[in-house]
């Protein structure tokens, strides 16, 4: 606790007179809330509603680094980082990719960026449904890269169209996703199932590790009064015990297109951190409700979440490259701190190729490189 005394207090002078406006006047005796700016100096801070969580994990043990379940232990004992089930949104979108990966689609693959309506009942849940981008931006045929990086709704929804909901739907289970709150529909690859930040942290671990799926902990180890080990925790290591639930080409591709999210996409705020080997996505569902970022450096994945207990919007403007992304820049710098950049070799079954970009498949002759499978037995 800090007590201020006499001109300490001069900041909230305003909010103790006799005739103060009703929204900043201030009772004698009350506990207030205070911040430190920059210059170090006091001032009233108004207490959030929106409330946030941030949970952080080593993506090849488990072992939690970090966890945040809300603003104030003290206010609300709900832990937001383990119990709240909320729309993931566009971070969802790379389950759908990998999946599609799995089927024989590439980055460079071509698909539509265009308006649709999806009449089918049996795909898309009851109603005609008409989608659309964010900020209503139409960008034609694009490769599967560039339209993650830039978070194209049509380009997420023909392609879970293309491989098929009830595919995608059994393939997330793969990375810990509860299939019952999942629903089959084309609308999955938007987010709107439910998950809470904790499985979202352990399903990008997948594809930070190499493609096994790990279990997360708290302890690693309980000693008694003389110091001996009573109880220890032996964890799943990726590569090392952990089942490997997608394929290390996978992994690796997958991990090449959530870094260019950093590179030329949503989440360009990121390289601010100044490293090579972060990647991740954001998420913003409908109405600015949730608000996400998930990302990684291959040996620590974070996400950030914010929004309200009750689910209404966050306002105007507040996505989560807003709202979300600045909380997991800020974790990150920290957590970083003295971890070298890594870098990684292309595995076997993988070629860096030169590109036709009129039809997304290799060429000779083409204009640009991506990376494709040496074999088609996927």
Known sequence: MMVLRGNQL?????????NAKQNIKIQRGSIIRLEQDEAGLWTISQYPKVESALVSLDSHTGAIRALVGGFDFDNSKYNHALQAYRQPGSSFKPFIYSAALEKGYMPATLMDDLPLTINDPNINGGQPWQPHNYENEYLGPMPLRLALA???????????????????HQYITRFGFEADRHPPYLSMALGSG????????????VFANGGFRIKPFYIDHIVDAKGKIISQTIPHIAGEGAEQVIDERNAFIMRSMLKEVILQGTAVKAQVLGRSDLAGKTGTTNDLVDAWFTGFQPSLVAVAWVG????????????????????????MNVALRGVPESTESIPTGVAYVPINPATGKPDKAGSVMDYVYTDTTQ
Do not use: C
Request: cysteine-free; charged content about 10%.
């Open 10 to 18: 001069s900041f909230a002078h305003a909010g103790l007179v006799a």
């Open 150 to 168: 830039k978070s194209k709704n049509m380009v997420a929804i023909r392609l879970l169209r293309a491989i098929t909901p009830a595919y995608a």
């Open 194 to 205: 439910l998950a809470t930040p904790m499985q979202m942290a352990s399903a990008y671990a």
């Open 308 to 331: 309200f207990d009750k689910p209404s919007t966050l306002g105007s403007g507040e996505t989560g490259a807003h709202a979300a992304l600045p909380i997991w820049i800020d974790y």
